[in-house]
């Protein structure tokens, strides 16, 4: 059997196995996951990814380009998922959704998020394959993105001006007084969707906006879908334990938007440059590791003034 066929079974049994226990053996339904447990998940999850790193490096072909290709496309993946994570922790508290209940609801918004995200990476891999200059189009989004990020200002979300927010409240019958622990309610025997479904939707429409970011980013590394697939999925396997570990530490991040600008922008230039200059996936590396080193050190050194 070819070896690309063997890993594509292996990752689908690994990925498989990781998927139930994060969502459902470690749902902690019973209340809000704590900042200790959430860090030993995501060192488990990270230490994991790595391994499946090293399995690329010894058994594939071209194994040393393709685990770089890999661990490179996984950081820049977790890196752009801790932006996301702040929108989704401002989600939740705008929405008044208790910690209790976050779980079930990011739960289903990361397995949401898991079918968005292989439906973008194969799409995109096609763009490109059939047509080069995607290449550059996919570099502007993301200078586009970077200096979005750069210049945003730290707001928190209006649940309101969401566009599927508004969609759902003109063609569903929404019940606010409801538990947030349900998506849906009978009342008087008639079906009624809960404030708990509307963030649902709410962090689901923020990941699709993530996702046209963050695949161009993914594909700037490597075209080779098992490598943007595994490094992608791996990287969103993290965001639950990562989420509840962030909304506890969240000011040791508070540089973090800086670097991601900055690597967006690297990435950008790259994809910009492709035809020039080729910018290996090792040198990439090293500029994103040390771009997040030092945004995660200057965040700590640097005081937050009050």
């Known amino acids: 059997m070819d070896i690309h066929i063997l890993f594509w079974i292996g990752f689908v049994v690994l990925f498989s196995i990781v998927f139930i226990i994060d969502m459902f053996i470690t749902d902690h339904r019973s ?78 918004g990361i397995i949401g998020a898991i079918v968005l995200r292989i439906l973008f990476i194969t799409a995109g891999v096609e763009l490109i394959n059939k047509f080069s200059f995607m290449s550059y189009v996919f570099g502007a989004v993301l200078l586009y993105t970077a200096f979005k990020i750069l210049y945003s200002e730290d707001e928190e979300s209006e649940p309101g001006k969401n566009i599927f927010v508004r969609i759902a409240k003109k063609i569903l019958p929404i ?70 570990a962030l909304s506890g530490i969240i000011n040791l991040f508070r540089y973090l938007k800086y670097g991601i600008s900055f690597i967006l922008l690297f990435i950008g230039v790259k994809m910009l440059i492709s035809g020039i200059i080729e910018i290996s996936a090792a040198i990439s590396l090293l500029v994103i590791l040390v771009t997040l080193s030092l945004s995660v050190l200057l965040s700590i050194i640097i005081k937050e003034k009050e």
């Open 175 to 244: 019940d606010t007084e409801a538990s947030k622990k349900h998506f849906f309610v009978f009342h008087k025997k008639k079906l009624y969707v809960t404030v708990a479904f509307i963030t649902l939707i709410m962090l689901e429409s923020t990941d699709v906006i993530f996702a046209l970011d963050s695949i161009p980013a993914v594909l700037s590394i490597t075209q080779d879908p098992f490598i943007a697939i595994t490094s992608n999925l791996f990287a969103i396997l993290g965001l639950r334990s990562l989420f509840f």
């Open 31 to 108: 209340g809000a996951v704590g900042i200790k447990s959430a860090l030993i998940w995501t060192s488990l999850w990270i230490t994991t990814a790595l391994i499946f790193g090293l399995l690329i490096y010894f058994f594939l072909p071209y194994g040393k380009t393709k685990s770089i290709e890999f661990i490179t496309g996984y950081i820049i993946e977790y890196s752009l998922s801790v932006d996301n994570l702040f929108v989704f922790i401002m989600i939740f508290a705008t929405m008044r959704i208790e910690d209790r209940y976050q779980p079930v609801i990011l739960k289903w």
